[in-house]
């Protein structure tokens, strides 16, 4: 059975999710693993002779929470879309009354974690870039991305990756809303009443007049 056209909509929608989440969570795992597995969100870095060094990283939990959450919600819109597919080719399925429900529940869920990391992306990598600058050694956190950092081979594209993940996760926001407002839009759709015509409705007179013509005898 073919999907209709709202839910191909919003596959399509859920495959633009899966890639967002996908970046942002690779992203930051990268970062992370650029400093040996300590999280550079709102932490302060520090000099060590010439190099730069992360003197008080954030609790790696910090990093997992958002990269877990990234993860785990394009793994859903990834699983999503399977199982419309199968159902779509294989069986006769549609989405109910029941499940259009929880569907809703879920998008307010995601957009509302998604809007919690992409704040703590934004505002922990301004955090660490304004403990860069505050050295005096560089005029903005991109250079310092050229600057050794201690041990060597920390801190590689650290700025790059962390700006990836946060862009990544706005886009996904905005993405998760546009799902948000065509469930919406197909539970208002679903949930308004059928109606039978009446005598005194227009539609009425013009399926009568269009049978009996408009001058059709009273009884």
């Given at each position: 059975?073919?999907?209709?056209?709202?839910?191909?909509?919003?596959?399509?929608?859920?495959?633009?999710?899966?890639?967002?989440?996908?970046?942002?969570?690779?992203?930051?795992?990268?970062?992370?693993?650029?400093?040996?597995?300590?999280?550079?969100?709102?932490?302060?870095?520090?000099?060590?002779?010439?190099?730069?060094?992360?003197?008080?990283?954030?609790?790696?939990?910090?990093?997992?929470?958002?990269?877990?959450?990234?993860?785990?919600?394009?793994?859903?819109?990834?699983?999503?879309?399977?199982?419309?597919?199968?159902?779509?080719?294989?069986?006769?399925?549609?989405?109910?009354?029941?499940?259009?429900?929880?569907?809703?529940?879920?998008?307010?869920?995601?957009?509302?974690?998604?809007?919690?990391?992409?704040?703590?992306?934004?505002?922990?990598?301004?955090?660490?870039?304004?403990?860069?600058?505050?050295?005096?050694?560089?005029?903005?956190?991109?250079?310092?991305?050229?600057?050794?950092?201690?041990?060597?081979?920390?801190?590689?594209?650290?700025?790059?990756?962390?700006?990836?993940?946060?862009?990544?996760?706005?886009?996904?926001?905005?993405?998760?809303?546009?799902?948000?407002?065509?469930?919406?839009?197909?539970?208002?759709?679903?949930?308004?009443?059928?109606?039978?015509?009446?005598?005194?409705?227009?539609?009425?007179?013009?399926?009568?007049?269009?049978l009996f013509g408009p001058h059709r005898p009273?009884?």
């Amino acid at each position: 059975m073919a999907l209709p056209w709202p839910q191909r909509v919003e596959l399509a929608l859920f495959v633009a999710c899966f890639l967002c989440g996908a970046v942002a969570a690779a992203a930051l795992t990268r970062t992370q693993g650029s400093f040996s597995g300590r999280c550079p969100l709102y932490g302060v870095a520090a000099l060590n002779g010439s190099s730069l060094a992360l003197s008080r990283p954030s609790a790696p939990s910090l990093c997992y929470f958002v990269a877990g959450v990234s993860g785990l919600l394009a793994l859903y819109c990834l699983l999503l879309l399977l199982f419309w597919v199968y159902s779509s080719c294989i069986e006769d399925s549609h989405r109910g009354p029941i499940g259009l429900r929880i569907a809703l529940a879920i998008s307010a869920i995601a957009i509302f974690l998604v809007l919690v990391t992409a704040c703590i992306l934004r505002f922990g990598t301004r955090s660490l870039c304004n403990s860069i600058i505050s050295l005096n050694i560089t005029s903005s956190c991109p250079e310092a991305q050229k600057i050794s950092w201690t041990p060597p081979g920390t801190a590689v594209q650290f700025y790059s990756n962390l700006h990836n993940a946060e862009i990544s996760s706005w886009v996904n926001l905005v993405l998760w809303c546009v799902v948000l407002v065509g469930q919406v839009m197909q539970w208002k759709l679903e949930a308004t009443p059928y109606r039978p015509l009446e005598k005194g409705d227009p539609e009425w007179s013009s399926e009568t007049d269009a049978l009996f013509g408009p001058h059709r005898p009273h009884s």
